[in-house]
Structure formats: structure tokens, C-alpha cells
């Protein structure tokens, strides 16, 4: 069975710019969790969704915004980017969300830099 | 807030030694759970093991064995006869329930292991 896929794999943006970043989650998934992961630090969450709703948002600016599809997959955005937004940006799928248990599972990233 | 610490920043063995790695947390939450992941140098983390705090039973798959002790709120990781493929980065994270109805991981900020021959 396919993972979590991602795309582009790598981005090059300039200051200002606006970008979006896609995810396919696992088959039979229905939840969706985005991440952002700076040099040397663990993955910090951004956004969850499940059944196309926003279930949880992190501590991120109002430039971040993302949705979910019918067909569960994902995009992420980013407005006005700035050079601290250059990171590894993570998705992960579960098939469902609301309890602690509940196991991500990660795709391969999508690697942003701004310059 | 939940936390979880990673003390050891890098850690570097020689193949076939036995390595552990820290985890300490810190939640409110009576019922919650944490993981181990594994990130090669190819940026995809990788699901090792989950384990509930209600369970206190050290866990062993393979190579690999977990130990948790809720009395110090540490979930600890250990590699037997490490080999060169374990170098990666580890991280563990603890899972907490969200408000919206979701949950997040919150992560460590990770453990880098060289296993040199």
C-alpha cells in the first residue's frame, strides 16, 4: 500500500512570495496533520484536519492556512513568506482523530526554502 | 503545556554497543500516550512504537526495548548491538488531545545517533 505522499519535494521561494504544499494521506485515512520541522528541531504541528473540518490549529500565524479535499487529501499555504519559514514541512495521516492514541503516520516531506 | 525533553543532542557509538536514549515528559493529562519515531538522513519520519500510561510493561520488538516508568515521567529507548542502518535522528513525542477535537504530537527535539563501524 502507497504512505503518505507529498509534493513538490523541494521549493524555492523568494520573501513575499505565496506557496502551497500537497499531501495524499494513506488510503483509508480521513485525517490529515501538518507540520513544521526547522534545522536541528523536532516537528512543531500547524494544522489537523478530518472530514474536510479544522480539528486543531497550532501556534502559527494567520499566513498559514490549509483544507482539506473530499477525497481527503491536503493542501497547505503559506502567504508572504518570510525567511524563518524555510523548514521541512511534514504531513501525516491518521484514519481517524479525537483520542491521544490515534498513530501518525509521516510522509517524506517537502523541503522550502526562501530566500 | 505538554513538553517532552531530549537531553542528548548526539550521541555516537561504536557498532554492536548498546545505546539509550532519554525521554522525559511532562503533562496534566491522566490518560495519554507516547511514541518513538525514527528520521533518516531522507527526512521521513518513521513510526517505532506507541505505548498508553497505563501500561508500565517494558516492551522489546527485535533489537529494540522501550521503558517506561510513569514515577518519573521518563519512556526511554534502548538499541542492542547497534548497527550502522540505526544512525538517524530520534525523536519522541507525546500525544495530546485538542480542544477542536483533534490531537497533536508534541516533539522532542531529538537525538542524533552515529553508529560507526
Known amino acids: 500500500d502507497a504512505g503518505v505522499t507529498q509534493s513538490p519535494t523541494h521549493l524555492i521561494k523568494t520573501r513575499g512570495q505565496q506557496v502551497t504544499l500537497r499531501c495524499s494521506p494513506i488510503s483509508g485515512h480521513k485525517s490529515v496533520s501538518w507540520y513544521q520541522q526547522v534545522l536541528g528541531q523536532g516537528p512543531q504541528f500547524i494544522f489537523q484536519?478530518?472530514?474536510?473540518?479544522?480539528?486543531g490549529r497550532g501556534n502559527f500565524p494567520d499566513r498559514f492556512s490549509a483544507r482539506q479535499f473530499p477525497n481527503y487529501s491536503s493542501e497547505l499555504n503559506v502567504n508572504a513568506l518570510l525567511l524563518g519559514d524555510s523548514a521541512l514541512y511534514l504531513c501525516a495521516s491518521s484514519m481517524y482523530t479525537g483520542g491521544p492514541s490515534y498513530e501518525q503516520y509521516f510522509g517524506p516531506g517537502t523541503r522550502l526554502t526562501v530566500t | 503545556a505538554q513538553k517532552v525533553t531530549q537531553a542528548q543532542t548526539e550521541i555516537s557509538v561504536v557498532e554492536k554497543e548498546d545505546v539509550t536514549l532519554d525521554c522525559v515528559y511532562e503533562?496534566?493529562?491522566?490518560?495519554?500516550?507516547l511514541f518513538w519515531y525514527k528520521q533518516p538522513p531522507s527526512g521521513e519520519l518513521v513510526f517505532l512504537i506507541r505505548r498508553n500510561s497505563f501500561d508500565e510493561q517494558n516492551e522489546i520488538s527485535g533489537r529494540y526495548s522501550w521503558n517506561f516508568q510513569k514515577s518519573t515521567s521518563s519512556f526511554n529507548f534502548t538499541i542492542t548491538a547497534s548497527q550502522v542502518v540505526d544512525s538517524a535522528v530520534y525523536f519522541c513525542a507525546l500525544s495530546e488531545v485538542l480542544t477542536g477535537g483533534g490531537n497533536k504530537l508534541t516533539f522532542g527535539t531529538g537525538t542524533q545517533l552515529k553508529v560507526e563501524l
Open positions: 503533562t496534566r493529562d491522566t490518560t495519554y500516550y
Open positions: 484536519y478530518y472530514e474536510k473540518e479544522e480539528r
